[in-house]
Structures are given as structure tokens and as C-alpha cells.
């Protein structure tokens, strides 16, 4: 059973405009979640988290919500760029400290 | 330095090899992982090393062997793997007590024939 899913494969988002990428999760212990990103040939890259304790945070163009009672977080990108076009993954753990739970991936392409 | 090393990038290997897959990263964290991505699904955890002690074994096949010689250090012996033991295999590392923020390695493509 897949605890933490994203539900869309791919996201096709034009240059300047708004991308959300979303994620759902089941395991209502879970108590913090992340963002990654990846570039083919590479491995992920951290990108942002919250807490939660907190149902927003913000770094620059990235936002990340998050919804308990849904069960639901979402990554905005504003504006969007072509370099964003990435794999997204969301994650999830209990706990600092411990193991991530990943969810599948949204693949973004931002084009100019 | 805040790199994590991996080697080789692409290794492949018959079911009766025996082969190494090393890690090396210098940002004085003391837990390191082992994680392993198939295609189009995301990665899975293997094996979290604290101090240099395996904390974490996901129930990983013992054809799959971990050692962490030091803090900077982490590899994985394979030896008698199965061809759907191919795949993408990932090092990370983090401070011990950590808010998720880990930092991969590229990556070890493993084809096993």
C-alpha cells in the first residue's frame, strides 16, 4: 500500500504561469514532508519542507501547503521556469530524524 | 563540499559476480543511506547507517551486503544478484537528527545480466 501517492505523472506548465504539483498521503503519523527535486542523471535534490505544525511555507517561487485533515500537500512554483522542468517527488517521514516514505513522481515541463 | 560521490556510475555485472558499489561524502554527516529506484516508481530505502551502524535494514536480500568502513564512507556488496535487481541504486547522507533534508549521490545504474 502506497502511504504517500502523487497521483498526476506529468504536469505541463507555459513559462511565467503557476505550476501546483500535488501529493496525497495515508499515514496520519507522518509529521513531516518534503519536496525533491531531479534532473536525469542525477540524484534528488532537496527543495523544501514543512512541518506539521505550520500549513505553509515559502522560499523564493516555491510554496508548499499542507492540508492535515485532507491529507493533502501541494507545491506551488510561481513564476515557473524552463529550468524547473524536473521530477518532483513528494516525502514524507515520522519524526525527525527517520526514514522517508517517497511518493511516485510528477514529471513538470515548463515550456518557454 | 556538498557532494555526494558515487562509483562506478554504471556497472554491470552476471548473476554469478561478486561487486561493490562505493559512496563518499565529506560533509561530517554521520548517517548515511542506501536507496534503490526502479523505473518510473520512486526510491525505496535499504539500509540507514547512524555512527557507522547499520540502524535501518528494510528486510533487503542478503545477496545485498552494506558496510560503512568510516564516517565518510558507505558500500554495498552484491554478490549473486537476480536480474530485477537492476536498477538505480542511490547513496544519500544527513546530519543524524534531521527535518528529511537529505543529500544523494547521482546515482550507480546496476544492470545484472
Known amino acids: 500500500d502506497q502511504q504517500v501517492k502523487q497521483n498526476s505523472p506529468s504536469l505541463s506548465v507555459q513559462e511565467g504561469r503557476i505550476s501546483i504539483l500535488n501529493c496525497d498521503y495515508t499515514n496520519s503519523m507522518f509529521d513531516y514532508f518534503l519536496w525533491y527535486k531531479k534532473y536525469p542523471a542525477e540524484g534528488p535534490t532537496f527543495l523544501i519542507s514543512i512541518s506539521s505544525i505550520k500549513d505553509k511555507n515559502e522560499d523564493g517561487r516555491f510554496t508548499v501547503f499542507l492540508n492535515k485533515s485532507a491529507k493533502h500537500l501541494s507545491l506551488h512554483i510561481v513564476p515557473s521556469q524552463p529550468g524547473d522542468s524536473a521530477v518532483y517527488f513528494c516525502?514524507?517521514?515520522?519524526?525527525?530524524?527517520?526514514?522517508?516514505?517517497f511518493g511516485g513522481g510528477t514529471r513538470l515541463m515548463v515550456k518557454p | 563540499d556538498t557532494e555526494v560521490t558515487q562509483t562506478p556510475k554504471h556497472l554491470v555485472m552476471g548473476m554469478t559476480n561478486k561487486k561493490s558499489l562505493k559512496c563518499e561524502q565529506h560533509m561530517g554527516h554521520r548517517a548515511m543511506y542506501w536507496y534503490k529506484q526502479k523505473a518510473k516508481k520512486p526510491p525505496e530505502l535499504m539500509f540507514v547507517?547512524?555512527?557507522?551502524?547499520?540502524?535501518i535494514n528494510e528486510s533487503v536480500p542478503s545477496r545485498f551486503s552494506p558496510e560503512c568502513p568510516n564516517s565518510s564512507l558507505l558500500n554495498l556488496h552484491l554478490h549473486a544478484l537476480q536480474p530485477e535487481d537492476s536498477a538505480l541504486y542511490l547513496c544519500?547522507?544527513?546530519?543524524?537528527?534531521?527535518?528529511?533534508?537529505?543529500?544523494f549521490g547521482e546515482g550507480s545504474r546496476l544492470t545484472v545480466l
Open positions: 516525502a514524507a517521514s515520522v519524526g525527525a530524524g527517520n526514514m522517508l516514505t
Open positions: 544519500a547522507s544527513s546530519q543524524v537528527t534531521h527535518t528529511g533534508e537529505l543529500f
Open positions: 547507517y547512524s555512527y557507522e551502524k547499520l540502524s
